[in-house]
């Protein structure tokens, strides 16, 4: 569904130099900042894929968006998305695609939700009854009639969201890019987002490249994760494959019974037959927590180490989070193979 070749994009800003003067100085010399935001990225996206499109601020997600959905032209490279170059056939790529940039809307500032819609209707020529069938699926899963007479200005920054969320897939589009769509919003209204997100993929196949800075949109969402880093890809895989080989901790907590006191002579370690460095484990009042390299020992044979040894109240199990791989990657701690 999408192709992206050594898609690059470089802006060119006149040189700046600090105060006054400064300023005269750029006005009258002919010296450029060139800026590479993407720098020769390539992926390919198959129909249906939900993939993240992740880094830190001002890595190029955005840029990358915009030439995928037509707004930029790459300064070289290549991408089609549905076998059509956006930037050349702009109205027919703009058929195919629904996006959502979470920083701004694209209703009309000043008129209500539904009038919006309505001309959205007319761009897209949308039929009368996929249309209705469309909007009434939205009023539900998005909560819209509470606010779908109000005017756009008017709106809370999740309603907003919300409104621009469903006005992305009113016309039925095979792709959909979403650039920060649950910025600001309350756990519950973003839990509604990512399920109909998911939803939608599955009722139509959409494609769908989501940019957040929210790991857990991406974790709910998404199964693949491409990572760039200023412009340039660094990691594409699938996350389960980003957990498995960078992720190598797990954690047990394990919460004593009431009169229980336990130090570190139980002699936990030796007892769990791990290789050596596999595992770290701390005593914090009326808990043992052991985090371990779950590729080098069992959790099943930690739990029953600590079961044998002494009386245990509660057990937490805590998966691999991919923020924590992620945090180490945007600051360089893990060499990405
Ligand atoms: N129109 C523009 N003119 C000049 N420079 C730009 C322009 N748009 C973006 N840039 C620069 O390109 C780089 C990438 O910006 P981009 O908006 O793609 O980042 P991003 O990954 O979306 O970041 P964020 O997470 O903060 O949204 C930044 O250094 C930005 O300053
Ligand atoms: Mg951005």
Not at 111 to 138: A, H
Request: glycine share 6%.
């Amino acid at each position: 569904m999408i192709e992206v070749r050594n898609l690059t994009k470089e802006f060119k800003s006149p040189k700046k130099y600090p105060g006054f003067i400064g300023a005269v100085k750029s006005f009258f010399t002919a010296k450029y900042d060139i800026k590479r935001a993407v720098d020769n990225v390539s992926f390919d996206i198959a129909e249906g894929e939900m993939v993240g499109y992740i880094g830190v601020n001002g890595a190029g997600k955005s840029t990358t968006i915009k030439m995928l959905s037509g707004i930029m032209v790459p300064t070289s490279g290549e991408c089609t998305v549905d076998g059509i170059v956006p930037y050349k056939r702009r109205k027919e790529n703009a058929k195919n695609i629904g996006v959502v940039f979470g920083q701004r809307t694209q209703l009309w500032w000043d008129l209500p939700v539904s009038e919006s819609f309505g001309i959205l209707k007319e761009i897209y020529d949308i039929p009368k009854k996929r249309y209705e069938e469309n909007l009434t699926y939205f009023k539900e899963v998005l909560s819209l009639e509470d606010f779908f007479l109000t005017p756009v200005r008017n709106l809370s920054l999740g309603q907003k969201m919300r409104a621009d969320l469903a006005a992305s897939f009113l016309h039925d589009p095979k792709v959909v890019y979403l650039d920060e769509p649950t910025i600001g919003l309350d756990i519950l209204v973003k839990d509604r987002i990512r399920k109909s997100i998911r939803e939608l993929n599955s009722l139509h196949k959409t494609t769908v490249i989501l940019t957040t800075h929210d790991l857990n949109d991406i974790e709910e969402i998404c199964k693949r994760v491409i990572i760039i880093d200023q412009g340039k890809k660094l990691y594409d895989s699938s996350i389960d494959d980003l957990k498995k080989t960078y992720g190598r901790k797990k954690e047990v907590r394990f919460v004593l019974g009431e009169n229980v006191r336990v130090t570190a002579n139980l002699a936990l370690e030796k007892a769990m037959k791990a290789p050596k460095g596999s595992i770290d484990i701390a005593y914090p009042e009326g808990e043992i927590v052991v985090k371990f390299d779950y590729d080098k020992i069992d959790t099943s044979a930690i739990i029953s180490t600590v079961l044998k040894k002494t009386e245990v109240r509660d057990i937490m199990i805590e998966d691999v989070q991919m923020e924590d791989i992620v945090k180490q990657i945007y600051a360089g701690d893990i060499r990405l193979r």
